[in-house]
């Protein structure tokens, strides 16, 4: 198994690509810490990662707010004595994020308050923990639109992206000396509920996307979660501020 004996914390770990990310990460003997705001999803992750004889428990954390983040970690500490991954999941893009001249400033500040300070606050607790434990590995979900523009935007979510790839970069510079690795994932459009359910509801804009990506298909959360474990693991020890870009081609695409 690729992370036997690794504690990983994973954030927004309730649904979708986060609870995918559970039960593999505990499938290759990880200890998993679910984290997320939402109690009772939260607690069906555990019941399917112990159903599937993996180990994880709960913890309740908005990860905008530092005393949960902080309370986070020192859940994965008091339960299982270290942290060796910290996988930065959680993430929203409300439907009220369109562009820069129409989106209102709650909704600029809600998604930069998870999406960058959620970042910036379980990193805040966790990498002094793996410091003290000889190393360890930070994965930051970013996203394709972080490289590329939008005719169709989110520009807060965007934006929002685009930091935590330049706060990869500044954190493996820093870290990387004291054993800790910092990496970003940047996945294309991935058949989360998250996505599905605004597509349902456009189907022109699902029929833009799709016509965009050579694949001709959305992702599924196993072909994002996957590169995860190859961060998380010791197989991964030399890869350091890298943004990995797995979109089926999108970003390559001209027309």
């Not at 902080?70 to 996988?87: E, F």
């Not at 599924?220 to 991964?236: F, G, H, R, T």
Request: glycine share 10%; aromatic share 6%.
């Amino acid at each position: 198994m690729r992370l036997a004996g690794k504690v990983c914390v994973i954030t927004g770990a309730g649904s979708g690509m986060g609870r995918v990310a559970s039960v593999i990460f505990a499938r290759e003997g990880a200890k998993v810490v679910v984290a997320d705001v939402s109690e009772a999803a939260g607690n069906e992750t555990v019941a399917e990662v112990r159903a599937a004889g993996g180990e994880a428990s709960f913890v309740r954390a908005d990860v905008s707010r530092e005393a949960d983040a902080k309370a986070m970690i020192d859940h994965a500490l008091a339960t299982y004595g270290r942290v060796d991954c910290l996988y930065n999941n959680a993430g929203i893009m409300p439907e009220g994020d369109h562009s820069v001249i129409d989106t209102d400033v709650d909704t600029w500040d809600r998604v930069m308050a998870v999406n960058v300070r959620g970042v910036f606050l379980g990193c805040k607790y966790a990498i002094p923990a793996m410091i003290a434990n000889g190393g360890g590995s930070i994965i930051n979900i970013a996203s394709f639109v972080a490289i590329l523009g939008c005719s169709v935007p989110q520009d807060a979510y965007t934006a929002s992206k685009g930091a935590l790839l330049s706060l990869t970069r500044s954190m493996a510079v820093q870290f990387a000396p004291k054993g800790v690795r910092t990496n970003a994932i940047c996945p294309g459009p991935v058949e989360t509920p998250l996505l599905l359910d605004w597509l349902v509801k456009d189907e022109e804009a699902k029929r833009i996307r799709l016509a965009r990506n050579p694949s001709g298909r959305f992702g599924k959360p196993e072909e994002i979660v996957n590169l995860a474990v190859y961060l998380a693991s010791d197989e991964s020890r030399w890869t350091n501020g890298a943004s990995l870009v797995v979109d089926g081609g999108i970003s390559v695409n001209y027309f």
